[in-house]
């Protein structure tokens, strides 16, 4: 590999309707998305196990998103990986890792293989 890229790719439900904020004249929304990942085991058994993620949208596309998603809309979100740090309410240091959206699809129906 002789370029590696900060880029991540999900496909789930947003876990809320977003909401719009405004910081600094720049629209800033986040969304939690749900990813179902499905599991089958040798002996037949399947579990579904969810992982929420949460997602970081700036600008137009904040607001794009903002009018034509609600609670369960499924999206495909294409974008990179941020962590960053910071103090919570009790004075403790917390690190959390969140994608930043490039991309969103809305309504995303995956192409049969």
Known sequence: MSTVKNRVQIVGNVGSTPELKVINNTKLMKLSVAVNEFKKYRNGETRNTT?????????????????????????????????????DKLGKKQTMTEI???????NYTPQAA
Do not use: F, M, P, S
């Open 51 to 87: 992982h929420w993620h949460k997602v970081t949208v700036w600008g137009k596309l904040a607001e794009q998103v903002q009018k034509l998603t609600q609670k369960g809309t499924k999206v495909l979100i294409d974008g990179k990986l941020k962590t960053r740090t910071y103090i």
């Open 100 to 106: 930043v959206a490039n991309e969103i699809v809305i």
